[in-house]
T-cell receptor
Framework: KAGVTQTPRYLIKTRGQQVTLSCSPISGHRSVSWYQQTPGQGLQFLFEYFSETQRNKGNFPGRFSGRQFSNSRSEMNVSTLELGDSALYLC??????????FGPGTRLTVL | AQSVTQLGSHVSVSEGALVLLRCNYSSSVPPYLFWYVQYPNQGLQLLLKYTTGATLVKGINGFEAEFKKSETSFHLTKPSAHMSDAAEYFCAVDSNDYKLSFGAGTTVTVRA
């Protein structure tokens, strides 16, 4: 089975812009989660989707949003980018025993 | 809310020596527990998981971990370190709320 794929792998944006990141889960997995990883805050949960419904959301401002499509692919969007949004954004899909399988991440740099 | 504590942000071991990474958690419900490894510029790779049943779980690359409910611990070990084990390791907890809570991570360096 192919693993979790994320596109793009790298992004450079300027403050105030918006960005959309994409994630394709492992075939057959219906749950997709997103995490932000920074040196200062570590790994923080953003949100989780299952069958196009958001089931849980982390402590992030409303500028961070996501959605899931009927084929389980997911996107996350960050509007009005700030310098502090620079991070590695990781997507994961969930297997049978709640284990999460991660993609390679999207490295976002905000200038 | 659950929290995960990894004791020691950096661990240095000699090649061939025991690797021991400590993880303690707090959870109001029986958790699922995981260890992940992250190599530079990569995502997280699942090393092993505890869901139910046997408390000693074996994972990939010779790693194993023991779930001790009384101590709320899930320490990771490997009997003999290899140079390729140099990476950052994360302990994570899922308390059945559709998310993982991660520890701060432990960076392992392996000395030749």
């Amino acid at each position: 089975k192919a693993g979790v794929t994320q596109t793009p792998r790298y992004l450079i944006k300027t403050r105030g812009q918006q960005v959309t990141l994409s994630c394709s889960p492992i075939s057959g997995h219906r749950s997709v989660s997103w995490y932000q990883q920074t040196p200062g805050q570590g790994l923080q949960f953003l949100f989780e989707y299952f069958s196009e419904t958001q089931r849980n959301k982390g402590n992030f401002p409303g500028r961070f949003s996501g959605r899931q499509f009927s084929n389980s692919r997911s996107e996350m969007n960050v509007s009005t980018l700030e310098l502090g949004d620079s991070a590695l954004y990781l997507c994961a899909s969930t297997g049978l025993y709640n284990e999460q399988f991660f993609g390679p991440g999207t490295r976002l740099t905000v200038l | 809310a659950q929290s995960v504590t990894q004791l020691g942000s950096h661990v240095s071991v000699s090649e061939g020596a025991l690797v021991l990474l400590r993880c303690n958690y707090s959870s109001s419900v029986p958790p699922y527990l995981f260890w992940y490894v992250q190599y530079p510029n990569q995502g997280l790779q699942l090393l092993l998981k505890y869901t139910t049943g046997a408390t000693l779980v074996k994972g990939i690359n010779g790693f194993e971990a023991e779930f001790k409910k009384s101590e709320t611990s899930f320490h990771l070990t490997k009997p003999s370190a290899h140079m390729s084990d140099a990476a950052e390791y994360f302990c994570a907890v899922d308390s059945n709320d559709y998310k993982l809570s991660f520890g701060a991570g432990t960076t392992v360096t392996v000395r030749a």
